[in-house]
Nanobody
Framework: QVQLVESGGDLVQAGGSLRLSCAAS????????MGWFRRAPGMERERVAR????????QYADSVKGRFTISRDNAKNTVVLQMNSLKPEDTAVYYC?????????????WGQGTQVTVSS
């Protein structure tokens, strides 16, 4: 098993940047495909970005492509989501998640979430 803890959420103005981090403990995070998801009030959960175990593949939702970057450091067991040019519609709780068999999922392990609020 792996335990995930997110950090870095904050209140930021539109156009600003935030860097979310996900610290993994327990079984080494390099064994897992990792993803960032978000849920806005009244909306369904949305996959934001995902990254392969070896960092050679990444994929982004169309809504964040060109603005967000996912990366991982397997030596430090961390996954980072760099968010630039933030928009009010990026406001949501952001979750880090891990999948053991495929980056398509299922994502069996989840963090507690970190709040990102973008003001206009």
């Amino acid at each position: 098993q792996v335990q995930l803890v997110e950090s870095g959420g904050d209140l930021v103005q539109a156009g600003g940047s935030l860097r979310l981090s996900c610290a993994a403990s327990g079984r080494t995070s390099s064994s897992y495909f990792m993803g960032w998801f978000r849920r806005a009030p009244g909306m369904e959960r949305e996959r934001v970005a995902r990254i392969s175990r070896s960092c050679n593949q990444t994929q982004y939702a169309d809504s964040v492509k060109g603005r967000f970057t996912i990366s991982r450091d397997n030596a430090k067991n961390t996954v980072v989501l760099q968010m630039n040019s933030l928009k009010p519609e990026d406001t949501a709780v952001y979750y880090c998640a891990a999948a053991s068999s495929s980056w398509y999922g299922p994502y069996n392990y989840w963090g507690q979430g970190t709040q990102v609020t973008v003001s206009s």
